[in-house]
């Protein structure tokens, strides 16, 4: 149940069924509107598509959600907005580590001396091919992009990157998976993580650790709500975790990476 008090902002969106989500892509394309094959419709162009045929509105259902937006000073999910159409695609993982460089980051995701080097904008993952990964250093913790991948968000691998008194944090983005991730190591152990849609889905050694940045983004940790913006509202809280908001300027190549060669 909710927390005395505590009131979220909820908003409404239509629910489409496959019959009338494939409609939707078909009149997005002939429209020129951009839109995958798979995965979630851009609520902007859901909108256009019912104005452009009311006939059909009556089909969709509705479902409630919350929408995560600060309640607090600090980094906000507004922040993150340009993610959301942005150059990291619908897969990716965003991984924040203190403690360690930036070669060591890349060896502990996966790469040989011989994989790292500099990543240029031509560089890309594909399925059958090499994985890119890049890195920067901002302020105090080393950030690693990987691209359609998501080994940083394996507690295994996360729990490493915060060896020896270290700390780490991800937020993986994955539209066609059953669900996202935020996780927090330190000290060689998952902390938390979560599933920012649904932020009452959570575990580690201390899963409650990040309630409170849940609740400054207007989340009740306790509700069964599903979450609006869930990748936003991830990234905004690891920002507050570690100080580092991500923008477009911290992605622009050429960077530090590696091409891994092997599966994920």
Not at 32 to 46: F, L, N, Q, T
Not at 78 to 103: C, H, M, N, S
């Amino acid at each position: 149940m909710p927390q005395p008090g505590f009131t979220p902002l909820r908003i409404t969106r239509r629910l489409l069924g496959r019959s009338l989500s494939l409609a939707v892509r078909e009149w997005a394309r002939a429209n020129g509107y951009p839109v995958s094959h798979r995965g979630r419709v851009a609520d902007e162009i859901v909108e256009a598509f019912f104005a452009a045929n009311p006939d059909v509105c009556e089909q969709a259902g509705t479902i409630e959600l919350v929408r995560a937006t600060t309640r607090t000073p600090g980094p906000s999910p507004e922040d993150f907005a340009w993610q959301k159409d942005g150059p990291l695609g619908p897969i990716y993982t965003v991984v924040f580590a203190r403690g360690i460089d930036e070669d060591e980051v890349l060896r502990r995701l996966g790469a040989a001396a011989e994989d790292i080097r500099t990543v240029l904008d031509e560089d890309h993952s594909y399925p059958e091919g090499s994985q890119i990964i890049t890195v920067a250093r901002i302020g105090n913790w080393t950030v690693a992009v990987e691209e359609d991948g998501w080994r940083g968000a394996d507690s295994g691998r996360l729990a490493r990157l915060s060896d020896e008194g270290g700390e780490a944090v991800a937020v993986m983005r994955h539209d066609y998976a059953a669900r996202h991730h935020l996780a927090h190591a330190a000290d060689g152990t998952l902390i938390t993580d979560i599933d920012p849609t649904f932020p009452y889905h959570r575990q580690g050694s201390d899963p409650d650790r990040l309630n409170d940045h849940l609740r400054n983004l207007g989340i009740d940790p306790d509700a069964t709500d599903q979450i609006d913006n869930p990748i936003e509202a991830a990234l905004a809280i690891a920002a507050r975790v570690t100080g580092v908001v991500l923008t477009q300027r911290h992605l622009r190549r050429p960077l530090l990476g590696a091409a891994i060669p092997s599966a994920h």
